[in-house]
């Protein structure tokens, strides 16, 4: 795994050099975090979580963010016996950090997106 948390070479595999649309793929994820972020509460019910952490997978997955796919993974596994509440709390602090260096690497894209921008039109 690289030391970056969104694979920027797996987005311009699906999506070119399409600036628009990557920003639109980047939106949609920082909504998709958002959203399922408000449901990691660490003593749901097995099927919440487990949904919970698959809809971040997918979403994680779609950017190229691997690492936080693969604790996403993880955390569906943490049902049942798995599943107490120690350790998804732990993981849900696993996950939470994860997410918040992906959308500051975006952050940081979209900055220089906008800096570019700015040049062209002088």
């Known amino acids: 795994m690289s030391d970056t948390e969104i694979d920027f070479e797996h987005i311009k595999q699906y999506l070119g050099d399409d600036i628009d649309l990557t920003k639109e793929v980047f939106g949609l994820f920082k909504s998709q975090v958002e959203m399922w972020s408000r449901g990691m509460i660490a003593d749901t019910d097995d099927d919440s979580w487990t949904a919970i952490m698959h809809s971040l997978k997918g979403s994680a ?58 040049r062209s039109e002088d």
């Open 61 to 118: 997955r779609a950017v190229g963010a691997q690492r936080l796919a693969t604790l996403c993974a993880h955390g569906e596994s943490l049902v049942a016996d798995k599943g107490n509440t120690q350790a998804r709390a732990e993981h849900i602090h696993d996950v939470k950090y994860s997410i918040d260096k992906a959308l500051i690497e975006i952050g940081r894209w979209e900055y220089r997106q906008t800096l570019a921008s700015m």
